[in-house]
């Protein structure tokens, strides 16, 4: 996977080497049976995404690292999935040896990925459209999308789901911008609004 090689070179990148079985541990998570789009096909869609904008990246290898970390921990039952995907993404890179700037980064890069305000800096606005990319995606992956996070959210009854899913679709479709990036702004703020509408309409 090409998501694998970006993680040799992000650790590479920054001299260290990654614990043992690091890697391993993650790629179980993202192969928990409770996760239907949280998945490694989420990661390399991540990576796949993250190509046209690496470029705008001050330290590209931190936002590699975070994109592993992001969702290494999600439980829907959970409030505090990216707080634990954060730690684990700092306790890691301290026990790898990273300066204590480069864990506190990354970590403040996979909080972003709450989505609760517009991210600050290139490099959490890079890690934070790609992570968004899925929303601009073409009308059936969109719609697959949709299904999946539903499986995920299976233990929740159908209305209190609908409702609940129409108010985060309308949390990004009211922003004055979905995307912080050009490219992403260019080539996929559009769709993601098209998407965004016809799915609120279809739950509504």
Same mark, same amino acid.
């Given at each position: =996977?090409?998501?694998?090689?970006?993680?040799?070179?992000?650790?590479?990148?920054?001299? *260290?080497?990654?614990?043992?079985?690091?890697?391993?541990?993650?790629?179980?998570?993202?192969?928990?049976?409770?996760?239907?789009?949280?998945?490694?096909?989420?990661?390399?869609?991540?990576?796949?995404?993250?190509?046209?904008v690496a470029?705008?990246?001050?330290?590209?290898?931190?936002?590699?690292?975070?994109?592993?970390?992001?969702?290494?921990?999600?439980?829907?039952?959970?409030?505090?999935?990216?707080?634990?995907?954060?730690?684990?993404?700092?306790?890691?890179?301290?026990?790898?040896?990273?300066?204590?700037?480069?864990?506190?980064?990354?970590?403040?890069?996979? =909080?972003?990925?709450?989505?609760?305000?517009?991210?600050?800096?290139?490099?959490?606005?890079?890690?934070?459209?790609?992570?968004?990319?899925?929303?601009?995606?073409?009308?059936?992956? /969109?719609?697959?999308?949709?299904?999946?996070?539903?499986?995920?959210?299976?233990?929740?009854?159908?209305?209190?789901?609908?409702?609940?899913?129409?108010?985060?679709?309308?949390?990004?479709?009211e922003r004055?911008?979905?995307?912080?990036?050009?490219? /992403?702004?260019e080539h996929?703020?559009?769709?993601?609004?098209?998407? *965004?509408?016809?799915?609120?309409?279809?739950?509504?």
């Amino acid at each position: =996977m090409s998501e694998t090689a970006d993680w040799d070179r992000a650790w590479q990148a920054l001299g *260290l080497a990654p614990p043992a079985d690091l890697l391993s541990a993650l790629n179980a998570r993202y192969a928990e049976s409770h996760r239907a789009y949280h998945t490694l096909q989420h990661l390399t869609e991540c990576f796949e995404q993250l190509g046209p904008v690496a470029a705008l990246s001050e330290r590209l290898p931190e936002i590699q690292l975070a994109l592993w970390f992001h969702d290494a921990v999600y439980d829907t039952r959970a409030q505090d999935n990216e707080q634990q995907s954060a730690d684990w993404a700092r306790e890691a890179l301290a026990s790898a040896g990273a300066a204590r700037e480069v864990g506190e980064r990354v970590h403040a890069l996979v =909080m972003a990925t709450r989505h609760a305000a517009v991210p600050e800096g290139i490099d959490a606005q890079v890690l934070v459209d790609v992570d968004l990319s899925i929303l601009g995606a073409e009308t059936a992956r /969109f719609a697959e999308y949709e299904q999946q996070i539903r499986r995920e959210y299976v233990w929740v009854p159908e209305q209190a789901y609908r409702g609940a899913r129409v108010r985060v679709l309308k949390s990004f479709l009211e922003r004055p911008k979905i995307y912080a990036t050009p490219w /992403f702004a260019e080539h996929r703020e559009a769709r993601a609004r098209a998407n *965004l509408a016809r799915s609120i309409r279809e739950l509504s």
